[in-house]
């Protein structure tokens, strides 16, 4: 996973991008007809009902665009929330509230309904042993923020980029020549290049699972589109020798079976790019 100083070295980069972007060479709006010295205050409120997402994001981006406005927050990232709840409010330059307006509701309106999804779904899978990962079905550009909501929810991140992993899929092992090469020159990669990366095989069946199993070196083995029946038979190959992770077009409807099937993970891109954002907006208080 990605360190510390990358995360903020991400979260930095997207505030100075978001900003560059919506405001250019300034908010003319503004500028045309709102005092400099104006002072205001707004609320952050909720019209919708999910896991609020984004808040210290939020805080990230009015502490960039003015270091002067003060952030009163009332309600935490992870915390569920309803129609009218009042997440937070902001008071200072009324100038700088605005030119940060949309930055702060873009990405928390796309990070809460993240963090809800997930909720969701790790819900549905509790009691048993099984985590909830995400994938790298990100938005491009604000995949830091993406992953960070999952966490909210409750989840947990996957690799972050294709850097930080190995993980080798069906083209891979087809590209490669089989599981085994993969795997061989994979380990010889490693050790040529000094990288203590961890390495995580797909398998499509179970002579698949049985092949990753005859090779070391291999910390987690991907059950991609198994039935529950074969999950099962893979989860027992497995045993100890390694993880178990599901993936493959897995839905609220189906998630619980698998779980049930005993893999340690389920990895969903739908966390990511199959949701609805929450409903937020800024108002100013008067």
């Known amino acids: 996973m990605i360190t510390q100083d990358q995360f903020d070295t991400e ?59 003060k952030v009163d927050v009332l309600i935490q990232d992870g915390s569920e929330v309803t129609f009218g709840d009042v997440v937070m409010y902001v008071e200072g330059a009324s100038q700088s509230i605005l030119k940060a307006e949309r930055t702060v509701l873009n990405a928390m309106q796309r990070m809460s309904a993240i963090a809800t999804k997930t909720r969701m779904f790790v819900n549905l899978v509790e009691g048993t042993k099984t985590k909830i990962l995400d994938t790298r ?61 961890l390495i995580i095989v797909e398998a499509r069946d179970l002579t698949e699972v049985k092949e990753i199993l005859s090779n070391d070196g291999v910390f987690r083995i991907l059950l991609d589109n198994f039935d529950y029946e074969d999950t099962r038979k893979a989860v027992k190959l497995i045993g100890d020798k390694c993880l178990t992770e599901s993936s493959g077009n897995i839905n609220e409807d189906t998630i619980r079976y698998y779980a049930e099937c005993g893999v340690n993970y389920i990895s969903c891109g739908a966390l990511t790019h199959s949701v609805h954002n929450m409903d937020l907006s800024l108002k100013a208080v008067k």
């Open 11 to 69: 979260v930095k980069m997207i505030i100075e991008n978001a900003i560059r972007e919506d405001v250019g060479d300034g908010d003319h709006s503004s500028l045309a007809c709102i005092p400099s010295n104006v002072r205001g205050k707004a609320k952050l409120l909720v019209k919708d009902k999910g896991v609020i997402g984004g808040v210290n994001f939020a805080k990230k981006v009015f502490a960039y665009v003015d270091n002067t406005l």
């Open 137 to 197: 079905k990100t938005t491009p550009g604000i995949r830091v923020l993406e992953k960070w909501a999952v966490k909210i929810g409750g989840g947990e991140n996957h690799r972050f980029a294709l850097y930080d992993m190995i993980m080798l899929k069906d083209n891979h092992i087809d590209f490669a020549g089989g599981i085994t090469k993969a795997i061989e020159t994979t380990k010889q990669y490693l050790k040529d290049t000094e990288r203590n990366l």
